[in-house]
């Protein structure tokens, strides 16, 4: 683990993360990670909707917000 990665540098959990993704893009969270990104800590969790379609949601480990959504 690396000492960004520890529950002290982040405000939310990845279970809050994937609620918060799910909100945005509803349907099944495939995969979810905690990286480092542009000097920021982010969650980022793909989904994949109904009918099919994989989302990448990124947000703030910090705020909670949602930096980007993006179709892959």
Do not use: C
């Not at 405000?11 to 969270?29: D, F, H, K, Y």
């Not at 480092?36 to 009918?51: H, K, N, P, W, Y």
């Not at 990448?56 to 993006?70: H, N, S, Y």
């Amino acid at each position: 683990m690396n000492h960004w990665q520890h529950p002290q540098y982040r405000r939310i959990t990845m279970e809050q993360a994937n609620e918060i993704a799910r909100q945005r893009v509803p349907g099944e969270v495939v995969k979810s990670e905690l990286e480092f990104d542009d000097g920021m800590l982010v969650f980022e969790v793909d989904i994949r909707t109904a009918e099919g379609h994989k989302y990448e949601v990124k947000i703030d480990a910090v705020t909670g917000e949602v930096l980007r959504v993006k179709l892959d």
